[in-house]
C-alpha cells in the first residue's frame, strides 16, 4: 500500500467571511473528451457532457443489474470506451468494487484470472 498522509481538520482556520462556495455545474458542462484518430491520422475529439455520462451510468446500472457493492472482474481496457464506462464510471456511480485483469495476464494465463472470478462469486 502507498505511504498515507494524515490531516488533521480541527485545527482548521475558519474561512473568511466574503467566501462563497463555488457556483454548481451544468448538466451540459464537459466531464471528459474523448480522442480518436481518422482514417487519415487526424485527431478527433468528441465532448461527453455530465448529463451524458450520467445517463449512460444509469442505462448501465439498469441494464446489467448493477448494485452497491458489488465486485466486478473488469478485463476491459479502462483507457478505452467500454472499459471506462463500465470499469471506472459505472463502478464509481454504483460504489462497486472492481478487480482489473490486464490483457496481458489474460492472454498468458486464462486459468488464473477465471480462479479469480470463482473465488469472488
Known amino acids: ?3 498515507l498522509t494524515w490531516y488533521i481538520t ?10 462563497v462556495p463555488p ?15 481518422g ?3 487526424s485527431v478527433m475529439g468528441v465532448t461527453v457532457s455530465r448529463a451524458a455520462m450520467l445517463c449512460h451510468c444509469r442505462t448501465l446500472t439498469a441494464a446489467c443489474n448493477y448494485t452497491e457493492g458489488e465486485v466486478m472482474i473488469n478485463v476491459l481496457d479502462f483507457k ?5 464506462w463500465h470499469g471506472i464510471l459505472t463502478a464509481v456511480f454504483n460504489g462497486m468494487h472492481v478487480v482489473f485483469v ?9 486459468a488464473s484470472w477465471m480462479h479469480m472470478i470463482t473465488k469472488f462469486k
Open 80 to 84: 478505452r470506451d467500454v472499459g471506462l
Open 102 to 110: 490486464p490483457y496481458s495476464l489474460m492472454k498468458v494465463n486464462p
Open 39 to 41: 482514417k487519415d491520422g
Open 23 to 37: 457556483p454548481r455545474l451544468s448538466e451540459e458542462t464537459p466531464a471528459y473528451i474523448e480522442y480518436t484518430t
Open 10 to 19: 480541527e485545527h482548521l482556520t475558519k474561512p473568511p467571511k466574503d467566501w
Open 1 to 3: 500500500w502507498p505511504k
